[in-house]
Antibody, heavy 121, light 108 residues
Framework: EVQLLESGGGLVQPGGSLRLSCEAYGFTFNLYAMGWVRQAPGKGLEWVSS????????HYADSVKGRFIISRDHSKNTLHLQMNGLRGDDTALYYC??????????????WGQGTLVTVSS | EIVMTQSPDTLSVSPGERATLSCRAS??????LAWYQQKPGQAPRLLIYGASTRATDFPARFSGSGSGTEFTLTISSLQSEDFAVYYCHQYENLPQFTFGPGTRVEIK
């Protein structure tokens, strides 16, 4: 059974940093692209970033480019999102999601339950 | 960036009735379009991919159609468990994926 377990969310001040993690279970991690999608309170879904199965291709939404870094650790079957320069509009529930294939240009077929990031002073 | 729009914002439907949800892309996404269902307090679930292929978890009353810029999600006979928010998602245009704003399907 595919499972994605996010962690690392919390309260952080504007300008601060946070590192999210997503532990993956139930599939061969390095064969699938992975991504992060966020949802601000009461709002819709916003794609944040995706990475290919190998980790060699990464993509970012314009709203986070230059501030967030996506990476994956194949030894630990874990996806990360390093978030720097956090702003109030980064406040959201961050979902980890599996791509349907090796390449990141695909739909998301499994989602975690999310980890909440709150940016506030 | 490809902009996705969905209509209506909210759809009020009685159980057993048909629901038709629309999703439009600002430029062609071919058939690289997915639909997700999200219930309150839950993560989204993949419902449709490739514009018309239903995910295994969902029954045949759900169907997707369309290509290019116009897409439709149809629920042929709404059941109580189908009341949720539905999002479309284009995955044609990396490096910029985009989601639609969602359509809420509520009980009439």
């Amino acid at each position: 059974e595919v499972q994605l377990l996010e962690s690392g969310g919390g309260l952080v001040q504007p300008g601060g940093s946070l590192r999210l993690s997503c532990e993956a279970y139930g599939f061969t991690f390095n064969l699938y692209a992975m991504g992060w999608v966020r949802q601000a309170p009461g709002k819709g879904l916003e794609w944040v970033s995706s990475v290919s199965g190998s980790g060699g291709r990464t993509h970012y939404a314009d709203s986070v480019k230059g501030r967030f870094i996506i990476s994956r650790d194949h030894s630990k079957n874990t996806l990360h999102l390093q978030m720097n320069g956090l702003r109030g509009d980064d406040t959201a529930l961050y979902y980890c999601a599996r791509g349907s294939g090796y390449s990141p240009d695909s739909w998301f077929d499994y989602w975690g339950q999310g980890t909440l990031v709150t940016v506030s002073s | 960036e490809i902009v996705m729009t969905q209509s209506p914002d909210t759809l009020s439907v009685s159980p057993g009735e048909r629901a038709t949800l629309s999703c439009r892309a600002s430029q062609s996404v071919s058939n690289n379009l997915a639909w997700y269902q999200q219930k309150p307090g839950q993560a989204p679930r993949l419902l449709i991919y490739g514009a018309s292929t239903r995910a295994t978890d969902f029954p045949a009353r759900f169907s997707g159609s369309g290509s290019g810029t116009e897409f439709t999600l149809t629920i042929s006979s709404l059941q109580s468990e189908d009341f949720a928010v539905y999002y479309c998602h284009q995955y044609e245009n990396l490096p910029q994926f985009t989601f639609g704003p969602g359509t809420r399907v509520e009980i009439k």
